[in-house]
């Protein structure tokens, strides 16, 4: 059983399409993450969700748009798609706060914009 | 906000050597330093832990060190083998945010 898990896994789509990446897990646990994976492997915090509710946004354009139904779902919604959002987008999830232990990752989103 | 440097960027060993990376972090409240594993294709995956309270910890054929004073913390690989080769991530955690390193690539040759 898949415990993080998101999807597509690869999207590729041209400049000005809207797209969205699903993400469900299956742990129980209460905090969800998005990060953003560049070309050069940077790995970059966007946004946290603790039981629904938004408490790390970082500074991303607001074109960006995480949205979580609930604890078990994060989705992420992409207006306007720019040149310079091709990344991996990987989904995540802890139980508590990150300072409590272990961050599940699921595999990864591979988004590419034309 | 916390800054983690990670070195080097790519290492490449021979099969049964040791291999080390090393993290220097800028946030003295960071309290919580741990080390993930990305294989190709894969999310990152955790392999090790250490907290502000602990210098050093072990399992089995890897080892962290943390150096508090002097804000680095280091990864030791011991007899390395072919399926550690990925890219290893240092983080360091202060409050609620969690801030990786660059990577580093390691390579390990048969």
């Known amino acids: 059983d898949t415990a993080v898990s998101q999807t597509p896994k690869y999207l590729v789509t041209q400049m000005g399409n809207d797209k969205s990446i699903k993400c469900e897990q299956n742990?129980?646990?209460?905090?969800m993450y998005w990060y953003k994976q560049d070309s050069k492997k940077f790995l970059k915090i966007m946004f946290s969700?603790?039981?629904?509710?938004?408490?790390i946004n970082e500074t991303v354009p607001n074109r960006f748009s995480p949205k979580s139904p609930d604890k078990a779902h994060l989705n992420l919604h992409i207006n306007s798609l720019e040149l310079g959002d091709s990344a991996v987008y990987f989904c995540?999830?802890?139980?508590?706060?990150?300072?409590?232990?272990?961050?599940?990752f699921g595999e990864g989103s591979r988004l590419t914009v034309l | 906000g916390e800054n983690v440097e990670q070195h080097p960027s790519t290492l490449s060993v021979q099969e049964g050597d040791s291999a080390v990376i090393k993290c220097t972090y800028s946030d003295s409240a960071s309290n919580y330093f741990p080390w993930y594993k990305q294989e190709l294709g894969k999310g990152p995956q955790l392999i090790i832990d250490?907290?502000?309270?602990?210098g050093e910890k072990k399992d089995q054929r890897i080892a962290v060190t943390l150096n508090k004073t002097a804000k680095h913390f280091s990864l030791h690989i011991t007899e390395t083998q072919p399926e550690d080769s990925a890219v290893y991530f240092c983080a360091g955690a202060a409050g609620n945010k969690l801030t990786f390193g660059g990577g580093t690539r390691v390579l390990v040759k048969p």
């Open positions: 742990l129980g646990h209460d905090t």
């Open positions: 250490i907290r502000s309270n602990v």
């Open positions: 969700y603790n039981n629904k509710e938004l408490i």
């Open positions: 995540a999830s802890s139980q508590g706060t990150i300072n409590t232990g272990e961050l599940f």
